[in-house]
C-alpha cells in the first residue's frame, strides 16, 4: 500500500469518526433542551433544572453511544494499523 493510500484511508476514517461525533453531539444537545423544556414545564428550579438539562443529554447520548461504539473501536484499530504502516515506510 502507498503512502498517499494510506492518507487516504486515514482521512476517510477520520471524516467517519467526526461525522458520528457530530451526530452523537447534536442529539445530545437535543436532549439537553428537552431535560430544559421539561424542567420549565415542570416548574422546577435550580439545581432539579440543572440536574434535567444534564439527564436529558445523557439519556439522548445514551443510544448513540451504543450504537456506534463498535465502529468508533473499529475505526480507531485500523487508524492505528495505518500508522504502524506508515512508521514503517519511513
Not at 424542567?39 to 428550579?45: C, D, T
Not at 443529554?57 to 484499530?77: E, F, H, Q, S, V
Request: glycine share 8%; charged share 20%.
Amino acid at each position: 500500500m502507498s503512502n498517499q493510500e494510506i492518507q487516504d484511508e486515514r482521512a476517510t476514517i477520520l471524516a467517519e469518526n467526526a461525522s458520528i461525533l457530530v451526530k452523537s453531539s447534536a442529539v445530545g444537545i437535543a436532549g439537553s433542551i428537552a431535560g430544559l423544556l421539561y424542567a420549565n414545564n415542570q416548574k422546577i428550579k435550580g439545581w432539579g433544572k440543572l440536574g434535567c438539562v444534564l439527564a436529558g443529554g445523557y439519556l439522548a447520548r445514551l443510544p448513540m453511544a451504543l450504537l456506534y461504539t463498535d465502529k468508533l473501536a473499529t475505526n480507531l484499530t485500523r487508524l492505528d494499523q495505518l500508522q504502524q504502516m506508515l512508521d514503517q515506510q519511513e
